[in-house]
């Protein structure tokens, strides 16, 4: 399947990532779950390895790569750890394209090249306590002050925030005592009003960073605004349908990493005299997870492909999103299961999978959310 969307460049990618996931991070998995220590010094190397800009333009700092060679970095990161995956997928496709698609040229050079060499790492503040799936009913406001907004508000669950040195926003604009859109901010997580909350503690990803901000009487200037009053909505819808990508491709990986750990397992124990694999209750499972990794892994490459052609890929992302993570939730359920007992215990990895599943099926715009956008865009496509 790689060849359909491969070159040369994109094996050596995936060869260097696998590696570096093999040799690096691998022997710090297990002590990143348990502790829920972010990992720094991983995100150090990868970003003196490129992969913190690898879709970013070169102009600005990063690789100049396609969204095709950034899934397949996430998938492969993910496959052994998914808290160092979501760290870098948030970092790229939620903390720095919104400034990449959305910044003027100013705060792109202030941002973007500090972002993409992984000096500094991104974070988008999106979802509120009262505004998760209807994103567009966000609380948090800014009015206007002269030359600056004042900030007030807060937002929940954002990955990296903590460790981040730059901040994207989502914000109702209140202009003369009027609202007059969903504005999008970037700022410097220094500003003063900013509260960053303590790291929530989490059933999976245990060792990624997320927090919740709480925004008081926080001024900014104008010119922190990206875009204009009434273009933030757009920015981070488009914000969320590469954040799909990133996710469906976490998926994958995921996915991927429990179903290797299961059919080793499977060539290794043996019950009544042979290897477990060699019962059909057992080789009926593992082929059933692999022919779904595969189809989703199609799905990621394939809306992955046609972003990098342009296209508007609002359908294809939810889909991919959609049945990568819930390929992941079954595999890693499966993966238990074969290992029986042991499955269930933390000396065996896919126990961390399962943990590292669920919130596939949540973040980005749940699995409801994903059928509804689905639903709208092929009625769409029957009534335009």
Known sequence: MDNLFFTEEHEMLRDMVRDFAKNEVAPHSRELDETGRFPRELVTKMGELGLMGIPVPERYGGAGMDTVAYAT????????????????????????????LAGNEDQKQTWVPRLASGEILGAFGLTEPNAGSDAGATQTTAVRDGDDYIINGGKIFITNSGEAGVLSLTSQVVEDGKKIGIGAFVISTDTPGLTIGPKEKKM??????TRQLFFENMRVPASAMMGNPRSGFKTFLKT?????????????????????????YSTEREAFGKPIHKFQAVS?????????????????????????????????????????????????????????????????????????????????????????????????????
């Open 204 to 209: 999976g990803w245990r060792a990624s960073d």
């Open 73 to 100: 970095a996430v998938i492969e990161l993910a496959k052994v750890d998914a808290s160092v995956a979501i760290t870098l997928a948030a970092h790229t496709s939620l903390g720095t394209m919104p400034i990449v």
């Open 240 to 264: 969320l349908t590469g954040g799909r990508i990133s996710v469906a491709a976490l998926a994958v990986g995921t996915a991927e990493g429990a179903f290797e750990k299961a059919l080793q």
């Open 284 to 384: 009926f499972k593992l082929a059933d997870m692999a022919t779904r990794i595969e189809a989703a892994k199609l799905l990621v490459y394939h809306v992955a492909w046609l972003k990098d052609q342009g296209r508007d890929v609002v359908k294809e992302s939810a889909m991919a999103k959609l049945f990568a993570s819930e390929v992941a939730m079954d595999t890693t359920i499966e993966a238990i299961q074969i290992h029986g007992g042991y499955g269930y215990v933390k000396d065996y990895d896919v126990e961390r999978y399962f943990r590292d599943a669920k919130v596939l099926e949540i973040g980005e715009g749940s699995s409801e959310i994903q059928r509804i956008i689905i639903a709208r865009e092929i009625v769409r496509s029957v009534l335009d």
